[in-house]
């Protein structure tokens, strides 16, 4: 057995002086333990943050929530109770292999089912062949699906008891829990090939996971248009995004896409292999060249060393469309400094080859696409800079994806000027790296690829959760340790909700109470004696108590600890003592943290005269909990807007029709009089782009007086052009009058004494004659005028 690698130094960045920060010290992946916070601005204020956001290509579940809701958690205690000014970068990564492949199956998917609508005797042979293809991934018998339920119960029967009759507490490790997936699929859809249901929908439904793989396999050889997977990746994006909205989770400063910094990576990659710490192969693969990183003094694999090797990790880290996995060749070249295949096992692809069926970019090494590790060293990179405070993600990604992250980077920017070095002088990216614990499911991490997750929509709509509900579990759970979910767990999360919106009612209606009495004339007693030194000493030891929680790690379990003690102690002042002034200040306190933490959706921690929280079942706190009133009419202005767009377009497109000037005249009124008088804007842009009027909202009477100032402006334009036309007008009548005088006759006149047959003066009136010079100048204009007069005739 190989001896445990040890992680290398790492350097705290430098204390800012006279910079006062807090106490925080926050748990560091790259030294496994707590560290003093100090981030890189001088003024101790700006915190740079990169998070690795969404692969989209499913619906985000538990595990997802575990992650992104957990950050919003610590995002948002940095900057709402640390006072931290938080520039928080996440990506989507919009092109990848999970992506390609989930694309391009339901892409086939659609085109055989809507190809064969009924069970014929081909579609059950094609699928019964998709079925013996996907049995072969877990044994070389080859049962038939009418024999294979014998055959499962024979060679794994516990599973197929469980399968059978599931069991909330079985614990199965992930190996297990996969075959178990596998033997699910398998089994579903035998009984659906033995015994076809009468709808053709349900039998697709039954066997869609072994038809799809199948189906990419038979057209392995075919190319797709890129909107095949840019409908794939726009659709579970947009999808992510309202799941977020939903748990409360802040929306990003930056969102960065992989299909965006497409030319970035090229650029990225190609100073890598000129710095010689990447190389290109014969397919038009580039890899990360580990050996020259390590020659070079760098330490790969700096957040967990003891993984680097572990092929599986790799291979899931690598992709399943990547190329050149048949084997590596250390020697082999063929020509300018091209290799063969990978010089190692380990090295990883920073630009994939497109082969057929998937989307590529060009480069100087052929039509490709960039790797998965290196499109978050990219767009961080090019948004926050050579280097960044925090970096966080799941504890699934530390290796292979952020230590290559790492190692990328680092080769990137080692050598550059600015920033702090490691001990032994090298670039240090990233100075605090965080992971979120996982979140476990009958003891197996929830994972889409073991199919034993549950959306965030069904947890929500269906599953008994609340956005607050699970976003409590989270909080009690600490950040980076694991969540197993059971019912002990729920109970407890419950529970604390429970007591804190008890609390509130409480505290709130014996407010109303007591100003109502006041209001009615009544004198309300404002003592202060030993009960209520006792809970304001409560509430100040509470305060510490969080304080210093928070600034452990946030450690916000044992900070709702403290506040469910503080409520315990205020409960029992109120049964004791009428006086209220001491339960609200505990109450405004109470809100502010709760508010800290996300737990109301519909409140920021800056009302600190508030108290109590948002009903997380009502219809204005869960899908729609962050929606803004315009965000809520949003839907009907569109809708509208859309209408109104396409009477215009008939109005424009037929002119001459008795109806298009009126038509357009009320599609204008309905913008600048009746929605502006509601605070509605609305732009209209060209057709020729396709592009809808866009929607805006602005205070009503500023769109009033733009519309006023326009009326202005379009009347004053009017005057101008009247003007001007009057004045044309002068000018042409002038010119007319002028040119109607014959050029025969337009130089007799008192100042000439002897003229020519075409009335060209010769002498002036004194008798002296013109001069040559004199006689062209006249005869100019003489020309000048014959023209005039006969385009006047």
């Known amino acids: 057995m190989s001896t445990r690698r040890e992680q290398p130094p790492w350097t705290l960045p430098p204390a800012h002086d006279g910079v006062p920060l807090p106490p925080l010290r926050i748990f560091n992946s790259l030294t496994r333990k707590k560290e003093p916070f100090v981030p890189l601005d001088p003024a101790g204020k700006t915190v740079t943050w990169y998070c690795c956001g969404p692969t989209v290509y499913d619906a985000g579940h538990l595990g997802h929530a575990r992650n992104y809701v957990t950050t919003d958690v610590l995002r948002r205690i940095m900057r709402d109770y640390f006072g931290f000014e938080v520039r928080f970068v996440q990506n989507v990564t919009d092109v990848d292999d999970k992506i390609i492949l989930r694309a391009r199956q339901n892409h086939l998917l659609?085109?055989?089912?809507?190809?064969?609508?009924?069970?014929?005797?081909?579609?059950?042979?094609?699928?019964?062949?998709?079925?013996?293809?996907?049995?072969?991934?877990?044994?070389?018998?080859?049962?038939?699906?009418?024999?294979?339920?014998?055959?499962?119960?024979?060679?794994?029967?516990?599973?197929?008891?469980?399968?059978?009759?599931?069991?909330?507490?079985?614990?199965?490790?992930?190996?297990?829990?996969?075959?178990?997936?596998?033997?699910?699929t398998l089994l579903t859809a035998a009984t659906a090939l033995t015994t076809p249901p009468s709808e053709t929908a349900a039998f697709y439904t039954s066997c869609t996971p072994v038809l799809l793989p199948y189906l990419d396999k038979l057209h392995a050889d075919r190319e797709y248009e890129t909107d095949v997977f840019t409908k794939l990746s726009t659709y579970w994006e947009r999808h992510f995004e309202t799941d977020m909205r939903t748990l409360n989770v802040l929306p990003p400063t930056t969102v960065t896409r992989v299909s965006e910094f497409i030319p970035e990576n090229v650029a990225f990659v190609e100073k890598l292999v000129d710095r010689g710490f990447a190389y290109p192969t014969a397919d038009g693969s580039v890899y990360f060249d580990i050996a020259a990183y390590e020659a070079a003094g760098h330490h790969y694999a700096k957040l967990q060393p003891w993984n680097r090797g572990d092929e599986a990790l790799i291979a899931d880290g690598e992709g399943a469309l990547t190329s050149a996995k048949a084997g590596t060749d250390t020697l082999a070249q063929v020509g300018g400094g091209v290799q063969a295949a990978k010089k190692s096992a380990q090295d990883f692809?920073?630009?994939?080859?497109?082969?057929?069926?998937?989307?590529?970019?060009?480069?100087?090494?052929?039509?490709?696409?960039?790797?998965?590790?290196?499109?978050?060293?990219?767009?961080?990179?090019?948004?926050?800079?050579?280097?960044?405070?925090?970096?966080?993600?799941?504890?699934?990604?530390?290796?292979?994806?952020?230590?290559?992250?790492?190692?990328?980077?680092?080769?990137?920017?080692?050598?550059?000027?600015?920033?702090?070095?490691?001990?032994?002088?090298?670039?240090?990216?990233?100075?605090?790296?965080?992971?979120?614990?996982?979140?476990?499911?009958?003891?197996?991490?929830m994972s889409k690829s073991l199919k034993n997750f549950v959306s965030i929509r069904d947890a929500l709509g269906r599953g008994g959760w609340t956005a607050r509900g699970l976003r409590v579990v989270f909080l009690m759970g600490g950040w980076k340790e694991g969540i197993e979910v059971r019912e002990g767990v729920l109970a407890e999360a419950k529970n604390w909700e429970a007591s804190v919106t008890k609390f509130f009612v409480n505290v709130k209606a014996l407010v109303a109470e007591e100003e109502?009495?006041?209001?009615?004339?009544?004198?309300?007693?404002?003592?202060?004696?030993?009960?209520?030194?006792?809970?304001?000493?409560?509430?100040?030891?509470?305060?510490?108590?969080?304080?210093?929680?928070?600034?452990?790690?946030?450690?916000?379990?044992?900070?709702?600890?403290?506040?469910?003690?503080?409520?315990?102690?205020?409960?029992?002042?109120?049964?004791?003592?009428?006086?209220?002034?001491?339960?609200?200040e505990v109450a405004r306190y109470i809100t502010r943290i709760v508010t800290v933490f996300g737990l109301d959706p519909l409140s920021t921690p800056s009302g600190e005269d508030r108290i109590g929280w948002s009903d997380p079942t009502s219809t204005t706190s869960t899908t729609s909990s962050a929606e803004t009133p315009e965000e809520?009419?949003?839907?009907?202005?569109?809708?509208?807007?859309?209408?109104?767009?396409?009477?215009?377009?008939?109005?424009?497109?037929?002119?001459?029709?008795?109806?298009?000037?009126?038509?357009?005249?009320?599609?204008?009124?309905?913008?600048?009089?009746?929605?502006?008088?509601?605070?509605?804007?609305?732009?209209?842009?060209?057709?020729?782009?396709?592009?809808?009027?866009?929607?805006?909202?602005?205070?009503?009477?500023?769109?009033?007086?733009?519309?006023?100032?326009?009326?202005?402006?379009?009347?004053?334009?009017?005057?101008?052009?009247?003007?001007?036309?009057?004045?044309?007008?002068?000018?042409?009548?002038?010119?007319?009058?002028?040119?109607?005088?014959?050029?025969?006759?337009?130089?007799?006149?008192?100042?000439?004494?002897?003229?020519?047959?075409?009335?060209?003066?010769?002498?002036?009136?004194?008798?002296?004659?013109?001069?040559?010079?004199r006689g062209k100048v006249l005869r100019k204009g003489w020309e000048r005028q014959k023209k005039a007069h006969e385009a006047w005739l």
């Open 516 to 584: 109502a009495r006041e209001s009615a004339g009544e004198k309300i007693p404002q003592l202060f004696g030993g009960r209520e030194h006792a809970i304001f000493k409560e509430l100040d030891k509470t305060r510490a108590a969080v304080h210093a929680a928070l600034c452990d790690n946030f450690n916000t379990a044992d900070a709702m600890k403290a506040l469910t003690d503080l409520i315990t102690e205020t409960n029992k002042y109120m049964s004791a003592t009428p006086a209220l002034a001491a339960p609200k």
């Open 349 to 445: 692809a920073l630009w994939k080859a497109s082969k057929k069926g998937e989307p590529s970019w060009e480069s100087p090494w052929g039509r490709g696409r960039p790797g998965w590790h290196i499109e978050c060293s990219v767009m961080c990179s090019e948004v926050l800079g050579q280097q960044v405070d925090i970096h966080s993600g799941g504890v699934d990604l530390a290796f292979p994806h952020h230590d290559n992250e790492i190692a990328q980077s680092e080769a990137y920017w080692d050598g550059c000027e600015g920033g702090h070095k490691t001990l032994d002088g090298r670039h240090q990216w990233i100075n605090y790296f965080l992971h979120m614990g996982h979140l476990n499911i009958h003891g197996s991490k």
């Open 632 to 773: 809520a009419l949003l839907p009907y202005l569109r809708a509208l807007s859309t209408f109104r767009d396409a009477v215009r377009k008939l109005a424009i497109a037929n002119p001459d029709a008795p109806t298009s000037a009126p038509l357009l005249t009320l599609s204008d009124n309905l913008r600048d009089y009746d929605l502006a008088a509601l605070g509605v804007s609305l732009d209209d842009r060209e057709f020729a782009n396709g592009k809808p009027a866009l929607i805006k909202f602005a205070p009503a009477a500023e769109l009033v007086a733009a519309r006023e100032e326009k009326v202005r402006r379009a009347e004053e334009k009017e005057r101008r052009k009247e003007e001007a036309r009057v004045k044309r007008e002068e000018e042409e009548r002038r010119r007319s009058e002028a040119a109607s005088v014959s050029h025969l006759v337009m130089y007799r006149t008192e100042e000439w004494g002897e003229w020519d047959e075409e009335g060209m003066p010769v002498r002036d009136r004194e008798g002296v004659e013109v001069t040559k010079s």
């Open 110 to 184: 659609e085109e055989f089912t809507s190809s064969n609508p009924t069970l014929t005797p081909d579609v059950l042979k094609t699928v019964t062949s998709a079925w013996s293809s996907y049995l072969s991934k877990i044994t070389t018998d080859t049962p038939t699906p009418t024999d294979f339920p014998a055959w499962a119960a024979t060679n794994h029967p516990a599973l197929t008891a469980l399968i059978a009759s599931p069991a909330k507490d079985t614990v199965l490790d992930e190996a297990t829990t996969k075959l178990k997936m596998h033997l699910t």
